[in-house]
T-cell receptor
Framework: AQKVTQAQTEISVVEKEDVTLDCVYETRDTTYYLFWYKQPPSGELVFLIRRNSFDEQNEISGRYSWNFQKSTSSFNFTITASQVVDSAVYFC???????????????FGAGTQVVVTP | DVKVTQSSRYLVKRTGEKVFLECVQD?????MFWYRQDPGLGLRLIYFSYDVKMKEKGDIPEGYSVSREKKERFSLILESASTNQTSMYLCAGATGAFTSDTQYFGPGTRLTVL
């Protein structure tokens, strides 16, 4: 079963608009970690953020912000004032600490393509 | 900075050929991973390794094998390439053996099997 769902396949925005990427996860573990990666056209996955399940504080890093809500099993990502360089595929991923079969593995969503036009 | 490199960015092979994809990391990572990426499916884990000469199957190991003779190098082997193995292959390294450890990725190898 898909453990990480990124329902948005592609989002297109005009530069300076905000864009929010949804990520919904599924786990029975009480200890787990959530990640976001960016994959620009060059292909390399770039690590953006890691959160653990016990830290529900939202985080802001420059134009990026993340909203973690355990009650809805969501870990959404917002890019404020988007720029053309933000055009990429963004992946949300889950790592479970207690589920034996999943131990040490990252489970990725299908990714969301963000297209920012000038 | 973390550095994971892959031997080729693009590779074209013929059906039935034996294919080696090489991955090297320079951050003393204990753990290394091989994924394949296909449109609409995200990344799927093929194999991973926690230590030299150790390997564990991921979610889609069929048709692949791996080798880890040295800590810094993790090779993915397609014993007899098939067209359904045309894909983007990504290698990653992580510093520890825990699920909390961040995986750092190489630039990827886009393999085409004709």
């Amino acid at each position: 079963a898909q453990k990480v769902t990124q329902a948005q396949t592609e989002i297109s925005v005009v530069e300076k608009e905000d864009v929010t990427l949804d990520c919904v996860y599924e786990t029975r573990d009480t200890t787990y970690y959530l990640f976001w990666y960016k994959q620009p056209p060059s292909g390399e996955l770039v690590f953006l953020i890691r959160r653990n399940s016990f830290d529900e504080q939202n985080e802001i890093s420059g134009r990026y912000s993340w909203n973690f809500q355990k009650s809805t099993s969501s870990f959404n990502f917002t890019i404020t004032a988007s720029q053309v360089v933000d055009s990429a595929v963004y992946f949300c991923a889950l790592s479970e600490a207690q589920e034996t079969d999943s131990w040490g593995k990252l489970q990725f969503g299908a990714g969301t393509q963000v297209v920012v036009t000038p | 900075d973390v550095k994971v490199t892959q031997s080729s960015r693009y590779l074209v092979k013929r059906t039935g050929e034996k294919v080696f994809l090489e991955c090297v990391q320079d951050m003393d990572h204990e753990n290394m991973f091989w994924y394949r990426q296909d449109p609409g499916l995200g990344l799927r884990l093929i194999y991973f390794s926690y230590d030299v000469k150790m390997k564990e199957k991921g979610d889609i190991p069929e048709g692949y094998s791996v080798s880890r003779e040295k800590k810094e190098r993790f090779s993915l082997i397609l014993e007899s390439a098939s067209t359904n193995q045309t894909s983007m292959y990504l290698c990653a390294g992580a510093t520890g053996a825990f699920t909390s450890d961040t995986q750092y990725f190489g630039p990827g190898t886009r393999l085409t099997v004709l």
